[in-house]
C-alpha cells in the first residue's frame, strides 16, 4: 500500500486509535485480512467470523510486524476502531485509489472472468507495473484489499468485480471507480440466486453506468444482452467478438493437435497472429476482450499477439493440464462451474481427446434455481453429442442428472455412470484409466473434485491413487 500514517487512516476510516502511542507511524506494508500473512509495516483488518475472530489474533499479528490493527473494539495493542469493518476497509480502498492516478480496468460477466483478468494482467505487464485481482477475489472484501495492494509504481489496477445481487457491482465500483468497464457475458451462473438473464443483465450492467464520459466500455458485440448495454453508458464504447461490429476480432481460428486456440488478432492498430499456451476454443472470447483492453491502453497488434501467445494460467484448478509419465492427462477445471463454462470446458476436451480416451468427471452446478434440471441434463447430452469416451457424474441429485441426460441422448449405457463421491470416481478411474488417456474434472467449488484430479496426478508418481 502507498505509505499512510496511522492517524490518516483513522480519519479516513472514521476510527478512533487506541493504544497508539505515536499516530505519525505509517502502515508501508499490505493489508492483510489473515494473520499468517502478516509481516513489516502491515496493517491487520479483523473480521470478525462464525468460527474465528481476527481480533484474538491482534497480539500475534503486532508481534509478526504489523504496524496496528483495525477492529471494531480495542485488543491491547495498536489498533483503530471503527463501527463496521467492510465499510472502513472500502473507504480505505477508495481513498487510496483517489490518490494513485492509475488506470483502473474493472471486468465482469458470468463466465470466465478470472482467466481473462489473468490475460488482461500479463499482457499490461508489458506495458508498465500493473496489479490485479489474484484467484477469484472479487467481492466486498477482496476487491478492496487487492486495491491497497497497489503502489506509487502501479500504473494499471485490473480488478475482477463479481455479483450476487442487484447493486452488488455499483458499490464496488463507488469503491474503485473504473476508467475502463468490460463486460464478458450474461450467462446462468448463479441465475437461482438473480432470478433470470434480465436481472444478470442488469446487475452486470451497473459496471458500464459507472463509467465516466472520458472512459471505455468494452462489450461482447456476440452476447445480446451485452452488446445492448452500450446505451447505458456515456462512455466510449469498443465492441470485441466474432460479430460484424466488432473492433477487436479473430479471424482462422482454429485448436491445435493440443486443443490450443490459435487465429488471427485484428485490431483498429492494426492484425496478428496468436497461439495460445491455454486450453480451448473458449479462450479466444476471452483473449479478444484482453486485446481490446490492452489497444485501448495504447498497445499494438504485434505488441498485444506476443503477451497473449505467452500468457499462461496464474489461477490453480482453471483447465490445468498434467501429464502423467504413464501418458494420462489430467484436465483440472474443478475451481467452479456453470453451464457455459461446462459445455466449454466439454468442448476442450473433445478437442485434447481426439484419436485418444476421454473422460469427463463431472459434478453439480450450483445456484441454478429451476433452471438446474435443464441444465444438468443438457450437459449430460452435449458430452454424448461430442464423443466424450466415459461420462462420470459424481455426487447427488445433479449428478444424475447429469448421467440421465447423457443416457437419454446416446443410450450409452456403461459409457456414462454415476457415483456417489470423489472417492468413488477415483476408485473407478483407479481400475480403468489406460495410458494416453484424458480426463476432465468439473464442477462447483462446493464439490470439491479437485481431489479427484489431484489424486490422479499423484498416482502417476505413487502408483496409487487415492482421493483427499
Do not use: C
Amino acid at each position: 500500500m502507498i505509505a499512510l500514517s496511522l492517524a490518516e487512516i483513522a480519519e479516513v476510516v472514521g476510527g478512533q486509535t487506541h493504544d497508539i502511542p505515536d499516530p505519525s507511524v505509517q502502515v508501508t506494508g499490505p493489508v492483510v485480512r489473515d494473520s499468517r500473512e502478516a509481516g513489516p509495516g502491515s496493517l491487520f483488518v479483523a473480521f470478525a467470523g462464525e468460527r474465528v475472530d481476527g481480533h484474538d489474533f491482534a497480539a500475534a499479528v503486532v508481534e509478526a510486524g504489523a504496524v496496528a490493527v483495525l477492529g471494531t473494539r480495542p485488543v491491547g495493542v495498536p489498533a483503530i476502531v471503527v463501527d463496521d469493518v467492510q465499510t472502513a476497509l472500502g473507504a480505505l480502498a477508495r481513498h487510496v485509489v483517489a490518490r494513485l492516478g492509475a488506470t483502473l480496468v474493472a471486468l465482469t460477466g458470468s463466465a470466465g472472468k478470472t482467466s481473462t483478468k489473468d490475460l488482461i494482467a500479463q499482457v499490461l505487464q508489458r506495458k508498465a507495473p500493473t496489479v490485479f485481482t489474484p484467484g477469484s477475489l472479487n467481492n466486498e472484501i477482496g476487491l478492496p484489499l487487492t486495491a491497497l495492494s497497489a503502489t506509487e509504481e502501479t500504473k494499471f489496477l485490473v480488478l475482477e468485480m463479481g455479483a450476487r445481487g442487484i447493486g452488488h457491482i455499483s458499490y464496488l465500483t463507488e469503491l474503485t471507480p473504473p476508467k475502463i468497464g468490460l463486460v464478458l457475458n450474461v450467462g446462468s451462473a448463479h441465475i437461482g440466486e438473480f432470478g433470470g438473464r434480465e436481472q444478470i443483465a442488469q446487475a452486470k450492467g451497473e459496471l458500464v453506468e459507472s463509467l465516466p464520459e472520458e472512459g471505455t466500455a468494452v462489450l461482447n458485440a456476440d452476447d445480446p444482452y451485452v452488446r445492448a448495454m452500450a446505451s447505458r453508458t456515456k462512455a466510449k464504447v469498443i465492441f470485441f467478438g466474432e460479430s460484424g461490429e466488432a473492433d477487436v476480432s479473430a479471424e482462422n481460428v482454429r485448436l491445435t493437435d493440443t486443443g490450443q486456440p490459435s487465429f488471427r488478432l485484428h485490431t483498429p492498430s492494426g492484425a496478428s497472429d496468436v497461439t495460445m499456451r491455454l486450453y480451448g476454443e473458449h479462450h479466444v472470447s476471452n483473449a479478444l476482450a484482453a486485446a481490446a483492453v490492452a489497444h485501448e491502453l495504447g498497445m499494438s497488434a504485434d505488441e498485444i499477439a506476443v503477451a497473449l501467445s505467452e500468457a499462461g494460467s496464474l489461477s490453480r484448478w482453471r483447465m490445468e493440464v498434467t501429464e502423467r509419465p504413464d501418458g494420462v492427462t489430467v484436465v483440472n477445471d474443478a475451481y467452479n462451474a456453470n453451464p457455459e463454462s461446462m459445455k466449454a470446458a466439454l468442448r476442450a476436451l473433445a478437442a485434447m481427446g481426439k484419436g485418444r480416451r476421454t473422460w469427463a468427471v463431472l459434478g453439480k452446478m450450483a445456484e441454478l434455481g429451476d433452471e438446474a434440471l435443464a441444465e444438468h441434463d443438457a450437459v449430460g447430452r452435449l458430452a454424448v453429442r461430442l464423443n466424450v469416451s466415459k461420462l462420470v457424474a459424481v455426487g447427488g441429485r445433479e449428478a444424475a442428472w447429469l448421467q440421465l441426460g447423457a443416457y437419454n441422448e446416446g443410450s450409452w449405457g456403461e459409457e456414462s455412470v454415476h457415483v456417489s463421491d470423489a472417492q468413488a470416481a477415483v476408485d473407478l478411474l483407479r481400475s480403468e484409466l489406460r495410458p494416453g488417456d484424458v480426463v476432465l474434472v468439473k464442477a462447483s467449488r462446493s464439490v470439491g473434485l479437485e481431489s479427484v484430479a489431484q489424486a490422479l496426478i499423484e498416482s502417476g508418481a505413487e502408483g496409487e491413487v487415492s482421493a483427499r
